[in-house]
């Protein structure tokens, strides 16, 4: 069983920077593909950043040059570093893991609230 836990939400103005990590209990870190997502009031929950085994990476388009995922697999920890913030990117964000060989996200954190104020 794999267990994550997110720390690093808070309250900030907009322009400010925040870095959210994810910790990784239960598994082999390293056979596991990482991502964060997230959901504003209202809206589904949408993927904000992926990072794979390897380290190769993706950013949803409204987060691109703002956002930045990474991973330390000596530490079995995911990073979100989110610089420029937006009001919009206010939201849950949650980490989540899948297994290298699986389609679907199968483990989630329980969430950690940013808001951000213009």
């Known amino acids: 069983q794999v267990e994550l836990s997110e720390a690093g939400g808070g309250s900030v103005q907009g322009g400010d920077s925040l870095r959210l990590s994810c910790a990784f209990l239960?598994?082999?870190?390293?056979?596991?593909?990482m991502a964060w997502f997230r959901q504003g009031p209202g809206a589904e929950r949408e993927l904000v950043a992926e990072?794979?085994?390897?380290?190769?990476?993706y950013e949803a388009d409204s987060v691109k040059g703002r956002f930045s995922i990474s991973r330390d697999n000596a530490k079995n920890v995911v990073y979100l570093q989110m610089n420029s913030l937006k009001p919009e990117d206010t939201a849950v964000y949650y980490c989540?893991?899948?297994?290298?060989?699986?389609?679907?996200?199968?483990?989630w954190g329980q969430g950690t609230q940013v808001t951000v104020s213009s």
């Open positions: 989540a893991s899948k297994h290298i060989s699986t389609a679907s996200y199968a483990y």
């Open positions: 239960g598994r082999t870190f390293s056979m596991y593909v």
């Open positions: 990072i794979t085994s390897g380290g190769s990476t």
